[in-house]
């Protein structure tokens, strides 16, 4: 063996995925990730993942639990919670208590939500006020088009699901910014105050109606619009949900279409991968789960969140239905020998800045799927710091399969930092670790991945289920 070769059998290095790829890999990438972009295309908020997810595990064969009596080794279920959140499970040859593979991402991405009382006119012109969800850059959601999503109950009961401007026929929404010329004095101001929260308005109408002794006569026009349209009045939007969006669909970037533009891909490019590989998974010997989330972005909060106790209770549910108990000692024994890969994306190396990244620790696109072993920011505050048992067992697990992956940290030691729901996921006493896809321009309305990241998390994910 000469130096060279002794080096370079010692040392590591990041591999890039497209020099260990065969020709028949990639065609399957390239098969899965058109899928992904109309998985994305249909599912912009978290109500339409879940409906999207149903719909496809039903086509796989999967039931609902709720109507199932009793399980058995192989068979296929989903679990809704509220309509934002799904947990799907294929049960094992072996014994529940030897443990659950868990693989869960989330599917809220950031947006702008519509406050209560939303509507007001000015200038002639009728507005809808917003509230952000999630840490956005506000400058990045102005002057581009956006779509409404979301869902109304009228004063008399009745469902309206609003989904305007993803047809081609349809009108878009806006949120206008200032022209340069007059913008001195904005552009002298920070980033980050540049564009102020109150002012993430949408403008949704222009024109009056003829009216007498009404003043406001575009809202005049809009609420005549909504009554006759949705059958809604304007109490209706205090209890509605309505999430306003990019409206642009998902599409490849760059002459080779090696990457994917969209928004919403943190974190719904791990959800579709999730969601696939729970799909594809036949006869695995430990239980397969996988749990898309709502309210990641804000916390884990709330009852569809991580951190409710859905999870654990489906998990009981499952083992009932499955041995005809679920005793403390089986819950606990199945919940202590059980491992979840928090699918969850990480920030790319970006080369426009890459200042931020401690490059020999950071992410890179086309380098894998990425295993960050903690999150958090200020010395890991706020991290589930998975153990060395476990990050090397699943290592093997994927040099085993084939799965290019590589480590990477969310940015420099003090750039910043974040969470994702594996702690609250370790606090059930399991293991853990963050499993997930670079994303450049992350929480930005079109967000970039690479198309061979998104292929390897979905070998991540099937390598996971099959083997640990
Ligand atoms: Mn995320
Ligand atoms: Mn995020």
Same mark, same amino acid.
């Given at each position: 063996m000469t130096d060279k070769e002794q080096f370079e059998a010692l040392s590591y290095k990041r591999r890039n995925a497209y020099e260990v790829m065969s020709d028949s890999e990639i065609s399957e990438m390239n098969a899965l990730c058109n899928e992904y972009r109309c998985f994305l295309d249909a599912g912009k908020t978290e109500r339409e993942c879940v409906? !999207?997810?149903?719909?496809?595990?039903? !086509?796989y064969g999967?039931?609902?639990?709720?109507? #199932?009596?009793?399980?058995?080794?192989?068979?296929?279920?989903?679990?809704?919670?509220?309509?934002?959140?799904?947990?799907?499970?294929?049960?094992?040859?072996?014994?529940?208590?030897?443990?659950?593979?868990?693989?869960?991402?989330?599917?809220?991405?950031?947006?702008?939500?519509?406050?209560?009382?939303?509507?007001? !006119?000015?200038?002639?012109?009728?507005?809808?006020?917003?509230?952000?969800?999630?840490?956005?850059?506000?400058?990045?959601?102005?002057?581009?088009?956006?779509?409404?999503?979301?869902?109304?109950?009228t004063e008399s009961g009745e469902t309206v699901e609003l989904n305007i401007g993803e047809n081609e026929d349809d009108p878009v929404f806006c949120v206008?910014?200032?022209?340069?010329?007059?913008?001195?004095?904005?552009?002298?101001?920070?980033?980050?105050?540049?564009?102020?929260? !109150?002012?993430?308005?949408?403008l949704i109408a222009g024109m009056p109606v003829k009216a007498k002794d009404v003043s406001e006569k575009v809202k005049f026009a809009v609420l005549k619009y909504i009554n006759e349209k949705y059958g809604m009045k304007e109490r209706d939007f205090q209890t509605a949900e309505i999430?306003?969006?990019?409206?642009?669909k998902a599409k490849n970037v760059g002459f080779d279409g090696s990457f994917i533009g969209a928004y919403g891909q943190d974190d719904r490019v791990c959800g579709f991968t999730t969601l696939k590989s729970i799909l594809d998974t036949k006869s695995p010997k430990k239980t397969a789960m996988a749990i898309l989330v709502d309210k990641e972005e804000i916390g884990s909060m709330g009852n569809t969140g991580m951190q409710s106790?859905?999870?654990?209770m489906a998990v009981a549910e499952v083992i009932e239905k499955l041995t005809g108990s679920? #005793?403390? #000692?089986?819950?606990?024994? #199945?919940?202590?020998?059980?491992?979840?890969?928090?699918s969850d994306v990480n920030a790319g190396v970006d080369p426009n800045y890459e200042s931020v990244s401690e490059k020999k620790n950071a992410s890179f696109c086309n380098c894998g799927v990425v295993l960050t072993k903690?999150?958090?920011a200020r010395g890991k505050s706020g991290s589930s710091d998975a153990s060395a048992e476990f990050v090397s067992?699943?290592?093997?697990?994927?040099?085993?399969?084939?799965?290019?992956?590589?480590?990477g940290e969310l940015g420099k030691v003090d750039q910043g930092g974040g969470g994702t729901i594996a702690q609250y996921v370790a606090n059930l006493n399991m293991e853990v670790i963050d499993c997930g896809v670079s994303v450049l321009s992350m929480h930005s309305p079109f967000e970039i991945t690479a198309k061979t990241d998104v292929y390897m998390a979905y070998r991540a994910y099937m390598a996971f289920y099959k083997d640990r």
């Open positions: 409906r !999207e997810s149903v719909k496809l595990a039903e !086509e999967f039931k609902n639990l709720d109507g #199932t009596e009793s399980l058995k080794p192989g068979d296929r279920v989903y679990k809704i919670n509220r309509g934002k959140n799904i947990l799907l499970a294929v049960i094992g040859s072996d014994d529940i208590t030897s443990g659950i593979n868990l693989v869960g991402a989330h599917i809220d991405s950031p947006r702008l939500d519509l406050k209560q009382n939303p509507l007001y !006119e000015s200038c002639d012109m009728a507005l809808l006020k917003t509230h952000y969800y999630g840490g956005i850059k506000k400058y990045q959601w102005t002057a581009i088009p956006l779509a409404m999503h979301g869902v109304v109950y206008t910014d200032l022209l340069p010329h007059l913008a001195q004095d904005q552009m002298s101001k920070k980033m980050s105050e540049g564009i102020e929260g !109150e002012n993430l308005n949408i999430e306003i969006v990019p409206a642009f106790a859905f999870f654990s679920c #005793t403390v #000692t089986q819950y606990n024994k #199945t919940i202590a020998n059980s491992a979840c890969m928090s903690y999150t958090g067992s699943l290592a093997r697990i994927m040099d085993a399969n084939g799965v290019v992956w590589q480590t």
